[in-house]
Each structure stands twice: as structure tokens, then as C-alpha cells.
């Protein structure tokens, strides 16, 4: 049983929770200003443009920076202490919120080169993280 | 020269033990108790009071989901000015740029502002993320230890950038805790030594137990009206002469520059140039310490320092008792108090400095003083710069 929170998909969201289930990572892109965003939104948050598509993200990006959880974000998330949180610069532009998976916290750094991948951690809800791309 | 000009005039907080308010007693009491309290230091009483400012975390979903609504009927007014902005805890500063406004328009002649907390009493604090809905479904299903972690990324990221170090926020932290020993009312007075923050247990790297606020109880209240007004009642107006706010994110993958606090950059620079003053003319500064980190990024927005060298800006216990930047003054979230939103137990203590009121702490004539609020996860920054003539 996943007792960690899960997202709250809502219509503006649906597409993207849906095409990571089927393992593919998705990103708003501008038509007009052809900048990528993410969360997706509405209105492009670079030119608020409303001309915009979903376009696959590559999955490659680096860390642009993370921290050692040492204490848990509450208990669910007890069992993996220490763990590894992080903001992953995709190679499209934007930052997301991720974990990096790995058995060694401490060989973690800014600016490693990292892979998406994906966790399918509910039937309904697969989580994107990252593991450090092999040098 | 303007026609009304808008002074604080009264001020309170609420007495605290070991972080506690001294008996049981509900956020609404602490908050009639400290507006109470600022009223009598105004010479003024509540049925003058015709503006009221309050945000706070409190009864949600409940009353405090329209706090100023709850707070008028509990108090008995009948205000015609109101301001519920919840920017976090930087919502004071921006409150007092709102009253101060709203006093120099005429749309009211008594603004009361008043927070409270009973989060340490009830024990209500604890490190998981917000709900995952709407924006936060991007971000609370990782597990990032809520707020701490943020401020770490935000640390490694200036640390990579500059090569700040462990050592320059530990600086922070034991310069704080110098000025709280000399607060009687503070609640963390033993003394502190940077290996002691080091030897605190690492909550989420590079942030150590002691590199974060505390967790207390507090209620405080200001009282601002016309200098005029003040004159007539024989209270010592502290004027309010330059203010800013600005807000870039909420989402840590929002925030434009990890290692940069564009909010308080922005709202820095329209307090500055409203003032009239440069960075000179600041005898005494109270800046939002929710972390060390907060206050090291902070300095540098507001343009006390270059970007990249707030590390050496604080070394050598330059912003202690008897250093050259005095900071913090009360002891700060870190040593004093810290109730969920700390923005107004910084503008209470530079209007004690700016009045002479600090005794043991007490930054000798101290005339101008820089009050800078940050609220959300480094989302929003309002600053105030205040003075006594």
C-alpha cells in the first residue's frame, strides 16, 4: 500500500499524469515564444501566449541543485531517509521537482548529468525521477 | 509636503515561556490580548480603530479563512479599511505599506495589524509537504521536507555558485543568539558557539537543527495612524519612509534563481529610492531569519553587500553585539521567536530601537532602521525602512 501523497489530478493536469503512465514525460511548449514550461499551464508564464502543445521531453537534464533529506517530509516518507531531493534542469529549459534515485546520497552533486525514470508507484500514478546518467 | 503622513505609534507582543504563551490560550485571545496592549502604547483605544490588517495560518478551513472578517466581529469594529493579503510571513511589512497608504488616502485614521500563533502549544508543525493539489501535485510527491528543504536547494546552490560555506551561516546563527542573551524576553538565550551548530543534528543538507528557526507561539500588534494624530496624543511617532513588496514563485521550480532572492531585490530598491537614503543611513536592520540562509541571501538582494559575498559580509561576527552591522537585534526567529509568520516581531523590534526602548541590546542612536520580510518558501519580500525623526 503507497502511503505517500499522491497527486491530485485535476482536467489541466490529466494529460500529463496520463502520458507518464504510458512512461513518456511531457512539457508545455510555446509556439509563439517556442520556450518549453513546466508545471504546464494555460497561459505560456515566458510571453503568456495562449498558443500552446504538449511536446515529449528527452528525459536527459542535470541537477541544478538537491538536498539530503535527513529527516523525512512525515512519516510516510520515514523509510527512505536519507533520500535525495532535487530540482533536475531538463534539457528543454524548465526545473522540476525529483528525487534522485541512488544507493550512495553522498556521491550526489550539482551539475550531474541525469536520466529520467519512471516510478509507477500506484496503478493510477507513475512519479518521474532521475538517476545519474553513467560518465 | 504631504498632508497626512503615517506613523506607527503603538506596538506589542505577547509574553512568551520556553516558546509558550505563559497560559492556555486560544489565537484569537493572544491576538485581542497583543492588539490590546499595542492600543494602550498607542494612547488609543479599540473602538478608534477603523483599518485592520491581519493574515495568519490559524482556524483553516475555518474562520481564518477570512481573517479580518473573524478578527472585526471578535473585536467589536466596524472597520471600513481591511487587508487580508497572505504573501507569508513578509505580510506585515507589506501591511504596513498598505495602512501607511491607506492612512495618507484618508481611507482610514487608525490601522491596527495583528498576528498570532499558537502552533508550539498545539503542537501543529511538522515536515511534510502541503496538499498535493493544483501546483503542488508537482511538487509534494517527492518528499522535499517542507519548508526546510527548499531553503537547503537554495544553500547548495549559492554554496556551488560563491563557495559560501557551512562556517558563514553558522555566523549567522551565533551573531543572532548574541543579541537574544541580552533579550530577556528571547527564548533561546544559552550560548552558542558555531562548532555547536555543526554538532546539531543535519535535518536536510547543508542545513543543520541549528541553522533553522524555532518553533514558538507569539501574537504581536501594530498601531499606525496620522503623525499628526500622534503629536496630539504625546506618543513618539516612528515614521515610515520608503516600502516595497514583490513575489516570484511558490513552487521551488518556480523560483527564477535559487541563489538569488529577486523578491527582496525588487521590493529592496522601491524602499530605497521612496526613503530617499543609501545603505549608509541604516543604523540598525531586521531581517526575516526563517534560516541562516534566509538572511545571507537577503543582505545580498537588498544591496548591503554583493552578490556572492554575503558569506564574508557576515564573518567575524559582524552583524553581533558590538559589530559593525547590527542585525537581528531581538534575536531573531532563530534565537527569540519565530510563531509561523515572524514579519511582525521584526517591525515591533525596530520601532523598540528606533524609540530607545532595547536596554541591554539597545543599538545606540539608532535613527534609521531596515525591516525586511520574507514570506512563502523565499517567495515573496516586502521591505520597510523606518525612522524616528
Same mark, same amino acid.
Not at chain 1, 491530485?8 to 512539457?27: C, F, G, M, N, T
Not at chain 2, 479580518?68 to 511589512?93: K, Q
Not at chain 2, 525596530?350 to 514570506?375: I, S
Given at each position: 500500500?503507497?502511503?505517500?501523497?499522491?497527486?491530485?489530478?485535476?482536467?489541466?493536469?490529466?494529460?500529463?499524469?496520463?502520458?507518464?503512465?504510458?512512461?513518456?514525460?511531457?512539457?508545455?511548449?510555446?509556439?509563439?515564444?517556442?520556450?518549453?514550461?513546466?508545471?504546464?499551464?494555460?497561459?505560456?508564464?515566458?510571453?503568456?501566449?495562449?498558443?500552446?502543445?504538449?511536446?515529449?521531453?528527452?528525459?536527459?537534464?542535470?541537477?541544478?541543485?538537491?538536498?539530503?533529506?535527513?529527516?523525512?517530509?512525515?512519516?510516510?516518507?520515514?523509510?527512505?531517509?536519507?533520500?535525495?531531493?532535487?530540482?533536475?534542469?531538463?534539457?528543454?529549459?524548465?526545473?522540476?521537482?525529483?528525487?534522485?534515485?541512488?544507493?550512495?546520497?553522498?556521491?550526489?552533486?550539482?551539475?550531474?548529468?541525469?536520466?529520467?525514470?519512471?516510478?509507477?508507484?500506484?496503478?493510477?500514478?507513475?512519479?518521474?525521477?532521475?538517476?545519474?546518467?553513467?560518465? | #509636503?504631504?498632508?497626512?503622513?503615517?506613523? @506607527?505609534?503603538?506596538?506589542?507582543?505577547?509574553?512568551?515561556?520556553?516558546?509558550?504563551?505563559?497560559?492556555?490560550?486560544?489565537?484569537?485571545?493572544?491576538?485581542?490580548?497583543?492588539?490590546?496592549?499595542?492600543?494602550? +502604547?498607542?494612547?488609543?483605544? #479599540?473602538? +478608534?480603530?477603523?483599518?485592520?490588517?491581519?493574515?495568519?495560518?490559524?482556524?483553516?478551513?475555518?474562520?481564518?479563512?477570512?481573517?479580518?472578517?473573524?478578527?472585526?466581529?471578535?473585536?467589536?469594529?466596524?472597520?471600513?479599511?481591511?487587508?487580508?493579503?497572505?504573501?507569508?510571513?513578509?505580510?506585515?511589512?507589506?501591511?504596513?505599506?498598505?495602512?501607511?497608504?491607506?492612512?495618507?488616502?484618508?481611507?482610514?485614521?487608525?490601522?491596527?495589524?495583528?498576528?498570532?500563533?499558537?502552533?508550539?502549544?498545539?503542537?501543529?508543525?511538522?515536515?511534510?509537504?502541503?496538499?498535493?493539489?493544483?501546483?503542488?501535485?508537482?511538487?509534494?510527491?517527492?518528499?522535499?521536507?517542507?519548508?526546510?528543504?527548499?531553503?537547503?536547494?537554495?544553500?547548495?546552490?549559492?554554496?556551488?555558485?560563491?563557495?559560501?560555506?557551512?562556517?558563514?551561516?553558522?555566523?549567522?546563527?551565533?551573531?543572532?543568539?548574541?543579541?537574544?542573551?541580552?533579550?530577556?524576553?528571547?527564548? #533561546?538565550?544559552?550560548?552558542?558557539? @558555531?562548532?555547536?551548530?555543526?554538532?546539531?543534528?543535519?535535518?536536510? +543538507?547543508?542545513?543543520?537543527?541549528?541553522?533553522?528557526?524555532?518553533?514558538? +507561539?507569539?501574537?504581536?500588534?501594530?498601531?499606525?495612524?496620522?503623525?499628526?494624530?500622534?503629536?496630539?496624543?504625546?506618543?513618539?511617532?516612528?515614521?515610515?519612509?520608503?516600502?516595497?513588496?514583490?513575489?516570484?514563485?511558490?513552487? #521551488?521550480?518556480?523560483?527564477?534563481?535559487?541563489?538569488?532572492?529577486?523578491?527582496?531585490?525588487?521590493?529592496?530598491?522601491?524602499?530605497?529610492?521612496?526613503?530617499?537614503?543609501?545603505?549608509?543611513?541604516?543604523?540598525?536592520?531586521?531581517?526575516?531569519?526563517?534560516?541562516? @540562509?534566509?538572511?545571507?541571501?537577503?543582505?545580498?538582494?537588498?544591496?548591503?553587500?554583493?552578490?556572492?559575498?554575503?558569506?564574508?559580509?557576515?564573518?567575524?561576527?559582524?552583524?553581533?553585539?558590538?559589530?559593525?552591522?547590527?542585525?537581528?537585534?531581538?534575536?531573531?526567529?532563530?534565537?527569540?521567536?519565530?510563531?509561523?509568520?515572524?514579519?511582525?516581531?521584526?517591525?515591533?523590534?525596530?520601532?523598540?530601537?528606533?524609540?530607545?526602548?532595547?536596554?541591554?541590546?539597545?543599538?545606540?542612536?539608532?535613527?534609521?532602521?531596515?525591516?525586511?520580510?520574507?514570506?512563502?518558501t523565499l517567495s515573496s519580500g516586502a521591505t520597510c525602512i523606518l525612522s524616528r525623526s
Amino acid at each position: 500500500m503507497y502511503e505517500k501523497p499522491l497527486p491530485v489530478i485535476d482536467p489541466e493536469s490529466q494529460p500529463y499524469w496520463d502520458a507518464l503512465k504510458q512512461h513518456r514525460l511531457l512539457l508545455k511548449h510555446c509556439r509563439a515564444c517556442e520556450r518549453f514550461h513546466h508545471y504546464p499551464r494555460e497561459l505560456c508564464p515566458h510571453c503568456h501566449s495562449d498558443d500552446l502543445e504538449w511536446k515529449q521531453a528527452a528525459g536527459t537534464g542535470r541537477i541544478y541543485t538537491y538536498t539530503v533529506a535527513r529527516r523525512p517530509a512525515g512519516p510516510a516518507f520515514k523509510p527512505d531517509a536519507p533520500y535525495v531531493v532535487a530540482l533536475v534542469e531538463l534539457d528543454e529549459g524548465p526545473r522540476m521537482m525529483t528525487n534522485i534515485v541512488t544507493t550512495d546520497v553522498e556521491s550526489v552533486r550539482i551539475d550531474q548529468r541525469v536520466t529520467v525514470q519512471f516510478d509507477d508507484v500506484t496503478p493510477e500514478v507513475t512519479l518521474p525521477k532521475f538517476t545519474v546518467s553513467p560518465v | #509636503m504631504k498632508k497626512r503622513e503615517a506613523v @506607527i505609534v503603538g506596538v506589542a507582543d505577547v509574553p512568551l515561556q520556553n516558546g509558550k504563551v505563559t497560559e492556555s490560550l486560544s489565537v484569537l485571545q493572544v491576538q485581542a490580548r497583543a492588539a490590546r496592549d499595542a492600543l494602550k +502604547d498607542a494612547g488609543l483605544s #479599540m473602538g +478608534d480603530v477603523d483599518g485592520l490588517l491581519t493574515a495568519g495560518m490559524w482556524g483553516v478551513p475555518g474562520p481564518g479563512q477570512l481573517p479580518t472578517l473573524t478578527l472585526a466581529e471578535y473585536f467589536g469594529i466596524t472597520p471600513r479599511y481591511m487587508d487580508a493579503t497572505n504573501i507569508g510571513g513578509s505580510a506585515f511589512e507589506a501591511f504596513v505599506a498598505h495602512a501607511a497608504t491607506a492612512i495618507e488616502a484618508g481611507r482610514c485614521d487608525v490601522a491596527l495589524i495583528t498576528y498570532g500563533s499558537t502552533q508550539k502549544s498545539e503542537k501543529s508543525r511538522n515536515l511534510a509537504g502541503r496538499p498535493s493539489v493544483l501546483t503542488m501535485q508537482y511538487e509534494t510527491p517527492w518528499g522535499m521536507p517542507t519548508p526546510v528543504g527548499g531553503y537547503a536547494m537554495a544553500a547548495k546552490r549559492h554554496m556551488h555558485e560563491y563557495g559560501t560555506t557551512s562556517t558563514h551561516l553558522a555566523e549567522i546563527a551565533v551573531a543572532t543568539r548574541k543579541w537574544a542573551q541580552r533579550n530577556p524576553a528571547a527564548t #533561546m538565550r544559552d550560548p552558542l558557539t @558555531i562548532d555547536d551548530v555543526f554538532a546539531s543534528p543535519m535535518i536536510s +543538507d547543508p542545513l543543520h537543527l541549528l541553522d533553522a528557526c524555532l518553533v514558538t +507561539d507569539g501574537g504581536g500588534a501594530i498601531v499606525m495612524t496620522t503623525a499628526e494624530h500622534a503629536r496630539a496624543l504625546g506618543r513618539p511617532p516612528v515614521y515610515v519612509r520608503g516600502y516595497g513588496e514583490s513575489n516570484t514563485h511558490w513552487t #521551488m521550480s518556480g523560483m527564477p534563481d535559487l541563489a538569488r532572492l529577486t523578491a527582496a531585490e525588487i521590493a529592496g530598491r522601491e524602499a530605497f529610492r521612496m526613503a530617499g537614503i543609501g545603505h549608509d543611513a541604516i543604523d540598525v536592520a531586521q531581517i526575516y531569519d526563517s534560516f541562516t @540562509i534566509t538572511v545571507l541571501l537577503t543582505l545580498e538582494a537588498l544591496g548591503f553587500c554583493k552578490r556572492g559575498e554575503g558569506g564574508a559580509f557576515v564573518s567575524g561576527q559582524r552583524t553581533a553585539p558590538g559589530g559593525a552591522f547590527p542585525l537581528n537585534t531581538s534575536g531573531g526567529g532563530l534565537s527569540c521567536c519565530h510563531p509561523g509568520m515572524l514579519g511582525i516581531f521584526l517591525l515591533i523590534e525596530a520601532v523598540r530601537q528606533l524609540r530607545g526602548e532595547c536596554g541591554e541590546r539597545q543599538v545606540q542612536n539608532a535613527r534609521t532602521a531596515l525591516v525586511h520580510g520574507t514570506g512563502g518558501t523565499l517567495s515573496s519580500g516586502a521591505t520597510c525602512i523606518l525612522s524616528r525623526s
